[in-house]
């Protein structure tokens, strides 16, 4: 029998809503800056409602250091990273789960262990492996003698591929979506043999709908892992155009001999801010289903 206590009700609500105004003040800082001139965040004290120069700092935004480009790509390179995350980590946890095979604990296990390697470590031989793909073939070229696969160069950098497919590797949505298979009942993987179901029909028409809520929550969190890298992109490109938005910020930064633009730069940050925002909030009855779904 639950009891009502009014008194710890309203304190825990209290504690409730001073969180959200502890995380919620610093975004309305970014917001209010970005709507108000140069001469108003000049002002001591700044004014705390917001200005009318929003949509024109926005359009200053977009014409200064080809900003929407920027955005653009962002949304490109998170758009990829999660597709590819969630494509590769579905198709390696079903086959991980259902499939017997020699070896098959060692290679999940193989899989598991990556999660201890911090990107930091693995970039060298990443990025080497992306300034030269067809290293192999050179190698192999070499010692075959054959001089065509000696001079076959591929390289990805300042490209999308570059940017996405290095990325698609998830040790952690493999390991999750294992996890998921493994509460799927096994009479119902045989029911599906025994209908005549192939292995991808029962992957197609059964885990994949089962798995959708899971699916769609983890690809929250990978378009925002995607949104918000820095490094990666940072390393990658060497042109202007093909970077990304977290990126672009940096080059929007005050100089010292140059005037104090931080309303431009807040404009910016706002707009870098909103688009991972709006996708969490459209989706977000699918994503506390799908995290209370992986908790069942």
Known sequence: MNERTPIIDFVCHLILLAGAALVCLPIYFVFVTGSLSQQEIMRVPMSWLPGDQF??????????????????????????????????????????????????????????????????????????????????????????GVQALVDLDWN????????????????????????????????????????GATPWQFFRLILLPLSRSNIVALAIILFLMGWNQYLWPLLLTTEPAMANAVIGLKKLMPQSDSLPTWHVLMNAAFLTMLPPTLVILLLQRWFVKGLVDSGK
């Open 55 to 144: 949509f024109t700092n926005v359009r200053t935004v977009l014409d200064s250091a080809n900003f929407g480009r920027l955005l653009l790509n962002s949304f490109i390179i998170a758009s990829g990273i999660t597709i590819g995350k969630l494509a590769v980590s579905v198709i390696a946890a079903f086959a991980v789960t259902y499939f017997r095979f020699p070896f098959r604990m060692t290679v999940f296990w193989l899989i598991f262990m990556s999660l201890m390697l911090p990107i930091e470590v693995r970039i060298v031989p990443t990025y080497e492996s992306a300034a030269n793909v067809a290293l192999p073939l050179n190698l192999l070229g070499s010692w075959l």
């Open 156 to 195: 990805l950098v300042n490209t999308y591929s570059g940017l996405i497919l290095p990325l698609i590797a998830s040790a952690t949505a493999t390991f999750l979506f294992r996890q998921f298979f493994l509460t799927v009942p096994d009479e119902l993987c045989e029911a599906a043999r025994i209908d």
